[in-house]
């Protein structure tokens, strides 16, 4: 299963990224999720044809209850990926950050991957702070790759480079590994510039770049994504070459682990022997 988790700055098009690879990967056959981690809720907005997902946090607080069933918090999107947000606390009230433990817990108590057994799974997840709540899916073993979107503002990579401090200090855990840099452009004056100088100082890859396109914003406006819009589009291509890369890296590092298991069980049983 190839788990991920994007991050970046609020605004910085995360989720546009997000839900156009969640649709890359279905339109290539592969079974998807995912789950929005950003209070606001939008995540999975343009997999579900512009209609609003009710978020999970929304659910416990105006039912009082936890919900029983997944269809009680999900919905499918095109494709079929199955879409959950797990918003926030009422504004000004409780920690964003919390929501996202509590949702992650019920989703276990919901046996969501034993029962929706998918391929893949991609958090969306604010990048502002980093605090405990936000960074769960790099330190619970939810994610085991990170995302970092970014364009050339000043803000956009201070926050990256917030998030990779964050990611570094659970390397030695076996926890979540920046996969590496995606440059999501908003034509800043020596824009590529600015993020390549970046990345060679904080030894990151860029993996990924999406150039500024009206096309983007004009499938938003009818709740598409650019991969449900046009599929053979330059701007899909983009978005299918780097779903591609993903799960390259993913099969690669299973063939890994493979040989790697495969010779620790060759030297146990000469061992025995």
């Not at 839900?19 to 929005?36: T, W, Y």
């Not at 209850?65 to 000004?92: A, N, Q, R, Y």
């Not at 998030?163 to 076996?174: G, T, Y």
Request: aromatic letters at 6%.
């Amino acid at each position: 299963m190839l788990k991920v988790a994007v991050y970046g700055k609020g605004g910085i098009g995360k989720s546009t990224v997000t839900s156009n690879l969640a649709a890359a990967f279905a339109a290539m056959g592969k079974r998807v999720i995912q789950i929005g981690c950003d209070p606001k809720a939008d995540s999975t907005i343009n997999l579900l044809g512009g209609e609003p997902l009710r978020p999970v946090m929304n659910y416990m607080r105006e039912e009082d209850e936890e919900p029983e069933k997944l269809t009680d918090i999900s919905k499918e999107g095109f494709g079929g990926v199955l879409c959950i947000e797990t918003g926030g606390p009422t504004p000004g009230l409780g920690c964003a950050g919390r929501g996202i433990i509590a949702t992650f817990q019920l989703l276990e108590d919901l046996k969501l991957f034993e029962t929706w057994k998918p391929d893949v799974v991609l958090y969306d997840v604010l990048g502002d702070v980093v605090c405990g709540g936000f960074a769960a899916p790099i330190r619970e073993g939810y994610a085991e790759k990170v995302l970092i979107v970014t364009s050339g503002e000043k803000m956009a990579l201070y926050a990256a480079d917030n998030i990779s401090r964050a990611v570094r200090n659970f390397e030695d855990r076996s926890y979540a590994r920046i996969f590496g840099i995606v440059l999501n452009h908003r034509n800043v004056e020596n824009e590529t510039e600015k993020v390549k100088a970046f990345a060679e100082k904080s030894n990151i890859p860029i993996v990924g770049e999406i150039p500024r396109s009206d096309e983007i914003i004009r499938w938003e406006d009818q709740g598409k994504t650019v991969i449900e819009g046009d599929e053979k589009s330059e701007i899909s291509g983009r978005f299918f070459a780097l779903a591609r890369k993903l799960l390259e890296n993913d099969a690669a590092e299973a063939d890994a682990d493979e040989i790697t298991e495969s010779g620790a069980a060759d030297v146990a049983e000469k061992e025995d022997v």
